[in-house]
Structure formats: structure tokens, C-alpha cells
């Protein structure tokens, strides 16, 4: 069976970009990372993210059960673990080990959620950030399970929830849109707002896509106490 990565993500399909950069920067700022904290990527994927992390000055470890993604970074200077999430039950490390959890399109491929967030919570460091990037159900419901491998769709309301039934606290859930133009000039969310109902669920052209779908960024912490 062909790999998921080769398929979906692979280059003739997804070619590299320079968004993983922009958006890592963006994210790095907002949530006041730092260099040399230590940052696990699990379902890092191609590895794109967790490289611009590392580039950052953070200590990158990324996680995945694809042979793909191991080769991928086996050229880089990136710790990298195969591991199958939800088989294995556990992730492979011990209590207080990470400064932040970061992953995108990740947990809505996860038919049990809530034990990865228990698991992140465990090896997280006190005061430790999670940060999980998901498509929002209520804007891709169209297009959400043209991905097979799609299992658990989540709100703004799911993720919040499962959050705290996680015991995580300070607990945010924002929209989304990835279009860089956007986080610099907010306004013209307005504009993408205006012009969505008028664009192609399956269109091509990025920014509009983009101007329509939306993602879930749910940041939370585990308690110092």
C-alpha cells in the first residue's frame, strides 16, 4: 500500500512553499516562544514545520508513523521517532519533558483525541503550551472526508471542551484564516468573509481557498501546579 504522505502530501501534489516559515514566525511570536525550548511536532509529516521551529533555535523532536517521514528527515538535523499514536497508546517519552506540543491536520485523524491529549498533558513541562491547528468542521464539512483517513471533526466548541477534560487551562480556540496578508492586516477577514459564499468549494487558487476555509487554532497549558 502506497504511503499517505507520497499520495497526499507528496511534491507533484503539495509542492513546497514558503508558508510553513511565514506561518511558524507568526505563531512563534503570538504565543511567546522562545529559542532553545524543547517542541515535539507529533504527526510531523514531511517536516517542513518542525525544521522552521528548529531554525527558530528550538529543540525539535518530531513523531509520525510513516516510513516516509523518517527518510524525510533523516537528511536533517531533526530527532525523529516512528511511532503509531493511537496503536501504541503512549507517547514515547517521559513526564515534563517538552516546553510545547505543535501540530497541524493532525488530531482530526485520530479516532480517540482525548487519550493523544492526555498523553501531551503528561509529558508536557508545567506551564507547558499545546498548539493544535485543525480544520473547522463548520466551514470544510463540504471537502472533510475527501481525506478517507479523516475520523474525528472538531468546532470551536469540541475543542474546547475536550481541553478541559484533558485538565488543560488557559484555553483559547480562535478561527483561522492561512493567508498570511490576513494576520498582518485583520481587516480583511472581513473581506474573505464577504466573498466566500461566491467561491468554488474545490477551487484551486489558494487564496481563495483560504479566504473560505477555516482553521482551528486551540492553544491551552498544562497547570504549573
Not at 512553499?17 to 504527526?43: C, Q, R, W
Request: glycine share 6%; proline share 6%.
Amino acid at each position: 500500500m502506497a504511503d499517505y504522505l507520497k499520495v497526499v502530501y507528496g511534491e507533484g501534489v503539495r509542492p513546497h512553499t514558503d508558508y510553513p516559515s511565514k506561518l511558524v514566525k507568526h505563531l512563534f511570536d503570538s504565543f511567546n516562544m522562545e529559542a532553545g525550548m524543547k517542541i515535539l511536532e507529533p504527526g510531523c509529516g514531511r517536516g517542513e514545520f518542525l525544521k522552521e521551529f528548529k531554525n527558530l533555535g528550538m529543540k525539535a523532536v518530531g513523531l509520525d508513523m510513516s516510513e516516509e517521514s523518517r527518510e524525510l528527515l533523516s537528511k536533517e538535523d531533526v530527532k525523529f521517532i516512528l511511532s503509531n499514536v493511537e496503536a501504541d497508546d503512549r507517547l514515547p517519552f517521559p513526564d515534563d519533558s517538552f516546553d510545547v506540543i505543535y501540530n497541524k491536520s493532525f488530531m482530526e485523524h485520530l479516532e480517540r483525541p482525548d487519550v493523544f491529549l492526555k498523553e501531551a498533558q503528561r509529558i508536557l513541562k508545567p506551564g507547558g503550551l499545546i498548539l493544535c491547528l485543525i480544520p473547522d468542521w463548520e466551514s470544510n464539512y463540504i471537502t472533510y472526508y475527501d481525506d478517507f483517513t479523516h475520523k474525528t471533526p472538531f468546532t470551536k466548541t469540541s475543542l474546547e471542551d475536550i481541553y478541559k477534560m484533558c485538565d488543560f487551562e488557559g484555553i483559547e480556540v480562535i478561527k483561522f484564516r492561512q493567508l498570511p496578508i490576513v494576520w498582518k492586516y485583520p481587516y480583511l477577514n472581513y473581506f474573505c468573509a464577504a466573498i466566500s459564499p461566491l467561491i468554488p468549494v474545490r477551487t484551486k487558487n489558494n487564496f481563495l481557498r483560504w479566504s473560505r476555509e477555516l482553521m482551528l487554532v486551540g492553544s491551552a497549558y498544562k497547570p504549573k501546579d
